[in-house]
């Protein structure tokens, strides 16, 4: 990983699997700053370049600018360019917990996934026993409003 938060993978055909990435985003979890919550979250999104541009959750006393671990890969691979995206993982959970079960995305993260992916966006989630869900963004919000709804 570069120290920028990003791993260059290569074509799209070394491009890391679902569990890799999954693994990516539990990782990330080391690096959250949840001193309120104290739920830690890791993101590790996929570009379709094959780059994995990381995120944590970064919590602030003024809670409403507590920021998500998926906003933040997000905004990290937008504020470099990067605006095209396969597939994001996340993992989260209370943090000393000795098990992770599955960490769906909040509505705004959702929303956020919404403005720059397209229907068959995934979202893998994962758990301590090795198990991992894939769902799509057509699946995880189906009636999305996105730029598209704007020329209406």
Do not use: H
Not at 18 to 23: A, F, I, S, V
Not at 38 to 47: D, P
Not at 66 to 73: D, G, L, M, V
Not at 88 to 104: N, Q, R, V
């Amino acid at each position: 990983m570069n120290a920028d938060g990003r791993r260059k993978n290569g074509p799209a055909s070394e491009q890391p699997d679902d569990r890799t990435l999954y693994e990516a985003a539990v990782k990330m979890r080391e690096r959250s700053y949840a001193p309120y919550s104290r739920f830690r979250v890791g993101a590790a999104l996929l570009a379709k370049d094959g780059t994995v541009w990381t995120g944590c959750n970064i919590e602030n006393a003024s809670y409403g600018a507590c920021n998500c671990a998926e906003r933040t890969a997000f905004f990290k691979a937008v504020s470099e360019g990067e605006k095209q995206f396969s597939a994001i993982a996340i993992a989260g959970g209370p943090e000393g917990a000795e098990t992770l079960d599955f960490c769906p995305p909040c509505g705004i993260c959702r929303q956020v996934m919404e403005e720059f992916c397209g229907q068959d966006f995934r979202i893998i989630l994962g758990n301590s026993a090795g198990e991992l869900k894939v769902l799509t963004m057509a699946e995880l919000l189906p009636y999305g409003f996105g730029p598209g709804d704007l020329d209406k």
